[in-house]
């Protein structure tokens, strides 16, 4: 049914929900899975501000905050998929728009499906907050398994 599965996750324990079902529905398919991580990268402002309160190189502090972030969380997912005894690959993209980044990755690699979660916002709250399910949803034409 499908072949090579994308999940998506940010490090949340909803998005740890999502890996464990999109892991759980890879081992009986016998499928392929990509597990992505999206970081947005150091808004100017931000680093404008790390360097008037002394921080010498915001930006090599971030890139190094989010590689120790990345080893911890992809640690931990990698575990799961050999409990499994299933092989993933690894990405981790840095990009302003993580949706955007999730349907790109998955054509590129020749994904049949993506898994990802959702908080179920509504309302004011999805408007303010936004909701990259509902952007990937939008810009896909590939099946998204939505993990709530």
């Given at each position: 049914m499908y072949e090579h599965i994308l999940i998506a996750t940010d490090g949340s324990e909803l998005a740890a929900k999502g890996v464990r079902h999109g892991l759980a529905l890879a081992g009986p398919l016998g499928?392929?899975?990509t597990v992505l991580s999206v970081?947005?990268?150091?808004?100017?402002?931000?680093?404008?501000?790390?360097?008037?309160?002394g921080v010498e190189d915001p930006v090599a502090r971030y890139d190094q905050q989010?590689?120790?972030?990345?080893?911890?969380?992809?640690?931990s997912i990698s575990q799961q998929a050999s409990e499994h005894g299933i092989p993933i690959?690894?990405?981790h993209e840095i990009d302003e728009s993580p949706a955007q980044a999730i349907v790109r990755?998955?054509?590129?690699?020749?994904c049949d499906l993506i898994v990802m979660t959702s908080h179920g916002r509504q309302g004011t709250a999805r408007l303010l907050l936004g909701s990259q399910t509902?952007?990937?949803l939008a810009h896909t034409t590939l099946p998204v398994l939505v993990v709530r």
């Open positions: 499928a392929r899975v970081s947005q990268p150091l808004q100017l402002l931000a680093a404008k501000e790390a360097i008037a309160a989010i590689d120790e972030d990345m080893q911890e969380r992809f640690r690959d690894l990405l990755t998955a054509r590129l690699k020749g509902a952007e990937v």
